[in-house]
């Protein structure tokens, strides 16, 4: 995943899930999660373990005791049914959910918009209406994180667009189309170098 930076803040731009990682390395990642939150006591709950992976071995850059945000909880409950705020308001209440993660022939790939870039997606009425036919011939899932005008300290997200294929190459390339016609890819938001490792 690329960030796209601003001043000295650091902000997700683009998501993919499931992991194209390999087994291995997500298994290596998992455990090194799951050390972690037990070194600092966090045994029950669920919470948000960042890391980057590096030939020397995953390195952690962040740890919370919540769940992760974002498009998070919407994409888990769209691939595999598993509502994470369910899980931790039944982990709060001594109740040990059933998770299970069924095989997916789905892949979701998205990215990150910025008010300070895409603001005109929901703003400018021909591109919003152009968003909102897409939305409902369900040729996109957008979520919108907060609502614009909002004094942030730095370009915060304000929503997530994402398309699904059966492979790689099919959702990037689903997802690119969809980030010209919107206007999101720019010279100073390349979606593709955004996207490229996915």
Known sequence: MFAYLKCVYIAATAKRMPSFLSEDKQARLIEAAYRCCLQIGLSDGTFNVEFKLTE??????????????????????????????????????????YVRTPPIDEILIGVMVIPSLHAKILNEEPLRNLLYEMIEKEEIFFLQFRKLGQNLPYDEPFGNIAVSGSTSQEAKRKLMEVCRVLDIDQPDYQVEQFIQHF
């Open 56 to 97: 020397n071995g995953p390195k952690l850059l962040e740890i919370n005791s919540r769940m992760g945000g974002y498009c998070l909880r919407d994409w888990l409950r769209k691939l595999y049914g598993i509502d994470i705020m369910l899980c931790a308001m039944m982990i709060a209440a001594g109740i040990s959910p």
